[in-house]
Structures are given as C-alpha cells and as structure tokens.
C-alpha cells in the first residue's frame, strides 16, 4: 500500500456526524468529479475506501450509485479502477438538494452557502482531496496535488483557497490544473487540517530523521538514538490527544490531563522537561510524562470499547 492510498484511507476511516459535514465532503468529492453535471455523475478513483465513502454517501442521499470495477495491469503488479455513476438526472438533482444546491447554481463554481457550521468547508477540502488529490511519498520528496480536469472548478478551489488562508500553487498541465504545494511545512498544514494527522506525523518524522542524518558528523549515536526515542514518543502523544479530539471526546479529560495536552500540541518537538517548564502551575518533569502517558493509555482503552 502507497503512502498516498494510505491517506486516503485514513481520511475516510474519520468519523463525521454532522450530516451538513458530511454533505460538504461529498460536495467536495463530486465538484472535481470526471462528470458533474446535472444529467449525470462520474467519478473515477483508484482508492477502493474513497469509492466505498461516495456510495455511503449518495445512499444517504437517497440515490444508489452505480459501481464499475476494472483490473489495471503495469507488469507484473495489478491494481483495480473503481467507477462511480449517477446516470438518472431525477438521482442527480435528489443528490444536490441534499448538498443544499439549487436548480439554478454553477457546479462549476463552489457555493459557499451549502457551508452551515464552522467544520463544513474542513470536510469539503476533505472531499476535494479523497477526489482530486494525490501525494508522494516524503521518503523520495515532498510534493502534494489537487489535480483538476477543468481549468474553472480549479480556479474556484483555488480562490476559495487563497480567501482561507491555504496557500497551494496553481499550473496548467497539458490536460489538466493542479493546484500543488513542494514545501514540507504547507503539507503538513493542509493534511493536518482535513484530518490526516497520521500522514502529517509522517512526514514531520521523516524530515527529523533527515536532520538528524545530516548532522550525523556532530552528534554521537547515544544523542541520536535519544533523540529518535523522544520523537516516537511525543507522536505518539500527539496521535492520542488529536484522537480525543476528532472523537469530540477531549472535553471529558480532566483540566490538568487538558492542559498538559494543549501544551503538547502546541511544542510537538519540546521535551518533557520544557513541557513542565511552560505549565503554569508548577509540575514536576515526572508529573507532565504521567500525564501524557495516562493520555495514551486512555486513548488506547477507549480505542477498544
């Protein structure tokens, strides 16, 4: 499994109980569809989890999407194409009622009113990404793609972008627009935004084992063997909290177990002893790495329930 099929997958393992999110998501899934039009629906994707989330979610519109699987062969390796459609115009104006667009919107352009809560457009980028986005994988390069076939849906993405502050780069290829970032720090922004915090831990993991490579001639093997150890730690300290989070669950933390976690986030390279330092309260090294480790123990026993 790729990097980039691994993120896709941890996307649409998340949770959403809004349905205005989960309608924007699909929205963002379907505006950069191959086919998006009022008589029809097409939507290719090589991601057998993202085809799964777009039927659950047309049925949840009340339409029951069409899939079309077919092998791929590349040598020696296979892989399937997954083929979603809507060919019924009736089915296809049932699904933009429950988006919340009308007869007499461009679904070329983005209706930011189908956008009802503070968390809608995240989902919506979610969607964009699960359709139209691609990623390397940060051991060969950082490089991160929204790949459009119409030169308007991309400009309107991209606008929208800009006016929310995510900061993409836009080129035209030969029969595609892509919108595209190269710069560690603005992908794990944007990942970090739609949810996929697991891909985002990757690559922060990937550039501190780079640095410390680099500087392999100034540190000796303890300090880097520490300094991996601390890394590893703190994510998966970071992993936790962010689960308490998108589970809607961090508020039945208690203060200190809160307060030792927002900390946390805020310093992902910080060690513990930093950590204690930052508190306002006085607490010793021990009490913040007995906080933090009650964190992950509690996130992996409700993980089970």
């Not at 009736?90 to 009308?102: A, R, Y």
């Not at 710069?183 to 410390?212: C, N, P, W």
């Not at 994510?235 to 669950?249: H, P």
């Not at 805020?266 to 906080?291: C, F, I, T, W």
Request: one cysteine or more.
């Amino acid at each position: 499994m790729s990097f980039a099929q691994d993120t896709k997958n941890d996307l649409c393992g998340i949770a959403c109980r809004s349905k205005c999110c989960r309608m924007s998501m699909l929205y963002g899934i379907l505006i950069c569809a191959n086919t998006f039009q009022r008589d029809r629906i097409r939507l290719m994707t090589e991601n057998e989890r993202t085809s799964e989330t777009v039927l659950r979610l047309l049925k949840e519109c009340g339409v029951k999407g069409n899939l079309y699987i077919s092998e791929k062969k590349s040598g020696e390796q296979r892989s399937n194409s997954y083929k979603i459609t809507v060919a019924s115009a009736l089915d296809v104006k049932t699904v933009l009622q429950s988006i919340g667009l009308s007869d007499n919107d461009d679904l070329s352009a983005i209706d930011r009113g189908v956008f009802h809560c503070q968390d809608c457009f995240k989902h919506f980028v979610r969607g964009l990404y699960l359709s139209a986005g691609t990623i390397k994988d940060p051991k060969t390069g950082y490089q991160l793609e929204l790949i459009f076939s119409r030169n308007d849906v991309a400009a309107s993405v991209c606008t929208l972008f800009e006016e929310q502050g995510i900061s993409l780069k836009q080129i035209a290829r030969q029969y595609s627009y892509v919108l595209y970032s190269k710069e560690s720090e603005s992908i794990e922004d944007f990942l970090t935004f739609i949810g996929a915090h697991q891909s985002a831990l990757t690559i922060m993991d990937v550039k501190i084992y780079r640095e410390i490579r680099n500087n392999a001639n100034r540190q000796n093997n303890c300090e880097t063997a520490n300094m991996y150890k601390m890394t590893s730690s703190a994510q998966n300290q970071i992993r936790a909290i962010r689960w308490f989070i998108d589970a809607d669950l961090f508020s039945s933390l208690d203060e200190d177990l809160q307060a030792t976690a927002l900390l946390r986030l805020e310093n992902p390279e910080a060690s513990v002893q930093e950590l204690a330092d930052m508190h306002s309260k006085a607490v010793s090294k021990s009490g913040v790495y007995h906080r933090l480790q009650k964190i992950v123990s509690l996130c992996q026993k409700k993980q089970k329930e």
